[in-house]
């Protein structure tokens, strides 16, 4: 099929550099050809549908990359009968977001979705309603012709983020959240000069998305690596977008929210959203996500990770002090240590990382969390003198910390243990 590939009516291939060439445009169809989600919406489109595949996937393809979903722009009528094709093809339906014209059809396919929508004026036209020049190129399918918007295999060479034409941005602020976005996730991209005060403008009104589009966007930001959604972060704020997502705190916060985001050694976007919140204090950071509409979930685990010892005495962490973590940061012991070895002093970084071991051996993890205990219940209740309430759960949460720190082995020891704590009163702290 790439050998079809033909120069579209807007694209100039007469300069030098190797993203102009005709090698280059048949070379990108070719990895875009080798995708299965591509390959199938070749096969199910017609030429009265006058499918186009746009935006990331072909950006993508010239990069050498196939990462992302695909999207695909059918002719006015066509995208639900391309649609149904597609899922058909896939095994999966068809699931419609939106209404007419900014309807878009959705057909999940393995474990990618083809996103599929209809021109609302000339392929060109439609083109230049995108976000940047590099989500501008296209191919048509099954023919594979090339057309993008002026300049934009310029700007791929270049690496430059640019607008396609003015106003872009202010049609959708969430425009300057995507902007930071790419650069987290394109390497060595840059905002092109003549594109910021538009996003500057676009990112004062970003108060006004709805909290779930801001959500997906900053999902996909912080999913990059963290030094790069870090240096996304501070485009963010050199543009005063991100005063805008947080508003009411100090720059001096956000600052170091950004520094300890930066800190965390692999991507967890829950985890890099408590970090850069965390500077905050635990009130904000709650109204954020709430605002944010992040699931229950995740509010749990930012009031978790808020809880962490991050500080202590500079001394080598005991097998009592890594089992008490773990245990306190179940069910999120990953991302736990994630935030500490990110905001905690160097003492709770040892601790981190002595439980990283035991994360490693899931057995292990099993038997500090449930470690079995060598009294039935009753005996153990009856021990303690302590009725059914808090009180005895508390005792008992004590008695499995021991277990599991091997401060307890055998039937004899564990009678001891609870024997010398039958003297405890409610309210009274003795059991640690």
């Known amino acids: 099929m790439a050998d079809r590939i033909r120069e579209g009516r807007n694209v100039t291939l007469k300069t030098t550099g190797p993203l102009k060439t005709k090698t280059a445009v ?3 169809f070719g990895v875009l050809m080798r995708r299965p989600d591509a390959r199938a919406a070749a096969s199910v489109a017609r030429p009265a549908d006058r499918v186009r595949i746009v935006g990331g996937a072909v950006r993508d393809a010239f990069l050498g990359g196939k990462r992302g979903d695909l999207d695909l722009v059918a002719s006015p009528g066509r995208a639900e009968a391309l649609a149904r094709d597609l899922a058909g093809n896939a095994g999966t339906r068809v699931v419609a977001v939106g209404t007419p014209p900014k309807r878009i059809l959705k057909v999940p396919f393995r474990e990618r979705e083809i996103d599929i929508w209809e021109e609302t004026k000339d392929p060109l036209t439609d083109l230049l309603r995108r976000d940047f020049t590099v989500n501008t190129l296209s191919f048509s399918l099954p023919e594979g012709v090339f057309t993008s918007a002026t300049g934009a ?15 872009v941005f202010l049609e959708d602020p969430l425009r300057a959240l995507r902007a930071a ?7 060595g991209f840059h905002v092109a000069r003549r594109a910021l005060p538009e996003l500057r403008e676009a990112g004062k009104s970003l108060r006004m998305v709805a909290g779930e589009r801001v959500l997906a966007e900053i999902d996909r930001l912080l999913s990059a690596p963290p030094s790069d959604a870090a240096r996304a972060l501070r485009f963010l704020e050199r543009i005063g977008a991100l005063e805008i997502l947080l508003q009411g705190t100090a720059a001096r916060e956000r600052r170091r929210g950004i520094s300890l985001l930066g800190k965390m050694k692999t991507p967890s976007p829950r985890v890099a959203r408590s970090l850069l919140l965390f500077p905050m204090g635990p009130k904000r950071v709650e109204d954020f996500l709430r605002r944010w509409k992040t699931s229950r979930e995740e509010q749990r685990l930012a009031s978790r990770l808020a ?18 973590l773990l245990r306190r940061s179940s069910p999120f012991e990953e991302e736990s240590l994630l935030f500490l070895l990110a905001a905690g002093d160097r003492r ?32 153990i209740s009856s021990l303690l003198g302590l009725p059914q309430g808090r009180e005895l759960g508390r005792a008992l949460d004590a008695f499995d910390l021991a277990l599991a ?14 024997e010398a704590r039958r003297a405890w009163k409610p309210g009274v702290r003795l059991l640690t």
């Open 153 to 167: 295999l310029a700007d791929l060479e270049a690496k430059r983020l640019a607008p396609p034409r003015p106003g």
């Open 307 to 324: 809880a962490l010892p991050l500080r202590g005495p500079r001394r080598t962490p005991t097998r009592r002090d890594v089992v008490e």
């Open 348 to 379: 709770a970084r040892d601790l981190a990382a002595a439980a990283q071991s035991i994360l490693r051996r899931p057995a292990s993890l099993r038997r500090i969390l449930k470690p079995a205990r060598p009294l039935p219940f009753a005996e």
């Open 26 to 28: 048949r070379r990108a």
């Open 181 to 187: 976005r790419f650069l987290a996730e394109l390497p």
């Open 405 to 418: 720190s091997r401060e307890i082995r055998g039937p004899r020891a564990a009678r001891a243990w609870l």
